[in-house]
Every structure is written in structure tokens, then in C-alpha cells.
């Protein structure tokens, strides 16, 4: 299983970009997907995450600005960035929960990670 995600690079504050992960490979089930950020010195943390029946979840810091949003037939899922800040440079990082066979069960895979820069 491969998560590959797009999209990431500069922007201007105020701007947006729209970042994309799509997962590969051979597995029966996706349970929710997401993404994180980690920025220099900081911890990872949530941006925001969706379940398999679209319900979504946003850190406080990206509500009303960020979006996200899953293709379960493409096994994509997106996030669309608005109103950046440059608090929002990070490297973000695809992750999804998935099952790759049914006698097994889930478990967490994330993809490498695309920088976001923020910056005038």
C-alpha cells in the first residue's frame, strides 16, 4: 500500500493550494482518511481527517479555511487550503486507515510529505 500525495509548494498569504493523496496497491478496505502537518520544531498534529461516510473533523486553527474531501472510488483524498497564514508552513502529510485484508486488521499508513510555505 502507497499513499502518493500532490499539490504542496508556495503560496502567498491570504492564498490557497490544494493538496491531493491518492492510495495504491492491494487492500479490501479505507477507513478514514487525513491529513497532518509538522512544522519546524512542533509536533505533528491533525489538519483534518474524513471517514469512509464523508463525516469530517478540523483543527480549530483551519476551521472555515480548509476543507477536505475524499473520492471513495479513486481512493483520493483532498485538501483544499484557503486563506493561508504563515503559520500554515508545514510539511503535510497524507494519512489513511486501511485494511489490506479482511483476516487482518487495519492499520495506519501515511505518505511522505509535501512542504507548504506560506510567505510574501
Known amino acids: 500500500v502507497q499513499l502518493q500525495a500532490s499539490g504542496g509548494g508556495l503560496a502567498q498569504p491570504g492564498g490557497s493550494l490544494r493538496l491531493s493523496c491518492a492510495a495504491s496497491?492491494?487492500?479490501?478496505?479505507?477507513?478514514?482518511m487525513g491529513w497532518f502537518r509538522q512544522a519546524p520544531g512542533k509536533q505533528r498534529e491533525l489538519v483534518a481527517d474524513?471517514?469512509?461516510?464523508?463525516?469530517?473533523n478540523y483543527a480549530n486553527s483551519v476551521l472555515g479555511r480548509v476543507f477536505i474531501a475524499r473520492d471513495n472510488a479513486k481512493n483520493t483524498v483532498d485538501l483544499q487550503m484557503n486563506s493561508l497564514l504563515p503559520e500554515d508552513t508545514a510539511v503535510y502529510y497524507c494519512?489513511?486507515?486501511?485494511?489490506?485484508?479482511?483476516?487482518?486488521?487495519?492499520?495506519?499508513?501515511w505518505g511522505k510529505g509535501t512542504q507548504v510555505t506560506v510567505s510574501s
Open positions: 494519512t489513511a486507515d486501511i485494511r489490506v485484508h479482511w483476516g487482518r486488521d487495519s492499520r495506519r499508513y
Open positions: 496497491g492491494r487492500f479490501v478496505r479505507i477507513n478514514d
Open positions: 474524513i471517514t469512509g461516510g464523508g463525516g469530517t
